[in-house]
């Protein structure tokens, strides 16, 4: 009997791919049933090319909701609401008068959920992609271990980083409205409980953000979907596709656990910004191959 080198599944003769996670796969049969196996092969340069076979078998198997379709819905919706919003508006109608600056602000908000369902039908498309297995490189998922690794590493990041953010914008806040306080003579009473309020906010978010994102990682389904220019991690997509962007690097790590770290860059306006990945991966995941195709 033949087994996937990734998740174990069950092969049948002659399969080229796992019919579970979409690996491919060779397998060899030694003396005494002994199985001798090579990790998933990915020496073929092109993303794209499973034949209609293999990627119906493959979409079977990754059960998977495409997390942007129900984005692209609520926009959807978003822009019919102040369609009608608008129509009204321009019908004049006694029993319910529409204010002009309410249609105004129901024009810019229909043109903004235009623009965004767009941008998010473009990005359910790719993720589609790796779910039918047209453009997946590797996928494999997250056991209970490996996900709470993952999503602790996060966490601790996100506190972090907010720390830091929460530090410098209490300072900036103190000096601001302190110069107020001291220089001012009215109102100070009312600027000291404004600027305590306002940090209290500003720590509500620092602080509880993170306990927020902690807890929605734990809830998503753990699966790792790996392609050209995009990935779905663990219930969050990312692309590079876009123009004035790519990939920084690609390798193999050991810390904070085994797995993939991925760095890429993309251009906002005028900025480039950058993220880097730190994706989780069983020992039995040939990473070299999947760091060889991105960084080809």
């Known amino acids: 009997m033949k087994?996937?080198?990734n998740c174990g599944q069950k092969l049948s003769e002659g399969s080229k791919f796992c019919t579970s996670c979409g690996a491919k796969v060779e397998v060899t049969l030694v003396k005494n049933e002994t199985l001798e196996v090579t990790k998933p092969s990915l020496e073929?340069?092109?993303?794209?090319?499973?034949?209609?076979?293999?990627?119906?078998?493959?979409?079977?198997?990754?059960?998977?909701?495409?997390?942007?379709?129900?984005?692209?819905?609520?926009?959807?919706?978003?822009t019919a609401f102040f369609a009608f919003i608008i129509v009204l508006a321009f019908m004049d109608l006694d029993v319910l008068p529409?204010?002009?600056?309410?249609?105004?602000?129901?024009?810019?908000?229909?043109?903004?959920?235009?623009?965004?369902?767009?941008?998010f039908r473009s990005r359910e498309?790719?993720?589609?992609?790796?779910?039918?297995?047209?453009?997946?490189?590797?996928s494999w998922k997250l056991n209970s271990e490996e996900k709470s690794q993952y999503v602790n590493f996060l966490f601790q990041n996100e506190k972090s980083r907010n720390m830091s953010i929460f530090i410098v914008t209490t300072i900036l806040i103190i000096i601001i409205f302190g110069a107020f306080i001291i220089f001012i003579d009215e109102g100070k009473v009312a600027m000291f409980f404004i600027m305590l309020g306002l940090i209290a906010f500003i720590a509500l978010f620092a602080f509880g953000m993170p306990h927020y994102y902690k807890q929605q990682n734990s809830k998503n389904d753990g699966k790792i979907l790996i392609g050209k220019n995009y990935a779905y991690i663990n219930g969050y997509f990312h692309?590079?596709?876009?123009?004035?962007?790519?990939?920084?690097?690609?390798?193999?790590?050991?810390?904070?656990?085994?797995g993939l770290y991925i760095k890429y860059y993309y251009t906002d306006r005028t900025l480039t910004n950058t993220e880097e990945l730190n994706i989780p991966a069983s020992q039995n995941?040939?990473?070299?191959?999947?760091?060889?195709?991105?960084?080809?």
């Not at 092109?46 to 609520?74: C, H, P, R």
């Open 239 to 258: 692309n590079w596709d876009f123009i004035l962007s790519g990939i920084k690097k690609a390798k193999i790590i050991d810390k904070p656990f085994y």
């Open 98 to 119: 529409i204010h002009p600056a309410i249609a105004f602000i129901s024009f810019f908000l229909l043109v903004s959920s235009i623009v965004i369902a767009f941008m």
């Open 44 to 78: 073929n340069e092109e993303i794209s090319m499973l034949d209609k076979k293999d990627v119906s078998l493959i979409n079977k198997k990754i059960e998977l909701e495409n997390s942007q379709t129900s984005i692209v819905k609520k926009f959807w919706y978003a």
């Open 3 to 5: 087994y996937c080198t």
């Open 125 to 138: 498309k790719k993720l589609q992609s790796l779910i039918t297995g047209e453009n997946l490189i590797a």
């Open 285 to 296: 995941v040939n990473l070299q191959k999947v760091v060889d195709v991105l960084t080809s």
